[in-house]
């Protein structure tokens, strides 16, 4: 018997993206198949944050989440970060921190933290701690990790406030 497929549009990086998919499809499936491969698979289990990509303003494990769930959303990878020309203050900071290692943790850190500081301009390191505690990374330790978000807080802010002017 053949699987039932949907319709699903999801936008992308503010790119729109149409494509059928099974019931069951992850929107980690989705988003792999669709060439954002950016979005790590770690445990496919929700223990690891490497696949976290944001929707609509949260932060979200794409291992867990429905495909079919964000329909006519918004979702941003990674990729919407910056590029190699111009980083993002968060991908500075982690460069400049020394905050990744192996890198596979990295995307799903990267829009974690990305997440809280949109949501919350000024945390505190617990906040942060707290923020990235579903982000599992073997490298390392963390600290570089919280020292690089925090770091970040503090170049956004400057551009907040440079742009108010």
Known sequence: MEKKLYDLTI???DREVRVQVAAETSLLDFLRDTNHTEVKRGCDHGDCGACTVIVDGRATLSCLTAALQVQG?????VKSLGTWDK????QEAFVEREALQCGFCTPGML????????QNPHPTREEIRDAISGNLCRCT???KIVDAIEDAAK?????SEGGRK
Do not use: Q, W
């Open 11 to 13: 936008t992308v990086n």
């Open 73 to 77: 959303r918004k979702v941003y990878t």
């Open 87 to 90: 980083l993002h203050p968060l």
């Open 111 to 118: 829009m974690t933290a990305k997440a809280l500081l949109d």
């Open 141 to 143: 330790g963390y600290n």
């Open 155 to 159: 170049v956004i802010e400057k551009v």
